[in-house]
């Protein structure tokens, strides 16, 4: 069965640094796809960055990067120089097969807080 | 109107109305799902829809009815609904190109927040 894991329910940071949001997944196929979404407190999920399995490099959007270690089955996201409006819940998903078809899995997200 | 619409944003009803939410998306894409996220609880797929027909129904009571006239559009219809339907629905759309499914990324709609009294 395809399963995320975000253990941090909560994470705070300074305005300026960067952070790292922890995310471990499991399957057993080979082709998958990974997912970062951002909720701010409006509702809206908003797609960040993507990461396939078969890619070589780490993904890279702006600020965001995704530090991918496939042989550890994790897909940690990196936001550098933290601003205020990066407040907000992070999920990470997954795309994977499963009986035929690629329902995607969420984690249960992690809550980032930037203090000034 | 761009990406991925949903009306409306605010919803009250009891427990014996009728009542309808709406999504559209504006990307051109083949894939539309229903999603119910409620506080503390992570985010539960509710129905998909691939080229308007649903392929997806992961054991959603009967009170909550899809439909899915055209690739653009989405609906949940809702009857005699539970407190415990309170929650955000979210709307998404993705290309679902192919093969490649892996690749498949979801854009979603900014969510109905749903309050059943």
């Not at chain 1, 933290?82 to 994977?96: I, P, T, W």
Request: net charge neutral; proline share 6%.
């Amino acid at each position: 069965a395809q399963k995320i894991t975000q253990t941090q329910p909560g994470m705070f940071v300074q305005e300026k640094e960067a952070v790292t949001l922890d995310c471990t997944y499991d399957t057993s196929d080979p082709s998958y796809g990974l997912f970062w979404y951002k909720q701010p407190s409006s509702g809206e999920m908003i797609f960040l960055i993507y990461q396939g399995s078969y890619d070589q490099q780490n993904a890279t959007e702006g600020r965001y990067s995704l530090n991918f270690q496939k042989a550890r089955k994790s897909a940690n996201l990196v936001i550098s120089a933290s601003q205020l409006g990066d407040s907000a819940m992070y999920f990470c998903a997954m795309r994977a097969p499963s009986g035929g078809s690629y329902i995607p899995t969420f984690g249960r997200g992690t809550s980032l807080i930037v203090h000034p | 109107e761009t990406g991925v619409t949903q009306t409306p944003r605010h919803l009250v009803m009891g427990m014996t109305n009728k009542k309808s939410l709406k999504c559209e998306q504006h990307l051109g894409h083949n894939a539309m799902y229903w999603y119910k996220q409620s506080a503390k609880k992570p985010l539960e797929l509710m129905f998909v829809y691939n080229f308007k027909e649903q392929t997806e129904n992961n054991s959603v009571p009967s009170r909550f009815s899809p439909e899915c006239p055209n690739s653009s559009h989405l609906f949940l219809h809702l009857h005699t609904l539970q407190p415990e339907d309170s929650a955000l629905y979210l709307c998404a759309s993705s290309l679902r190109k192919g093969s490649e499914l892996g690749t498949d990324t979801q854009y979603f709609g900014p969510g109905t927040r749903l309050t059943v009294l």
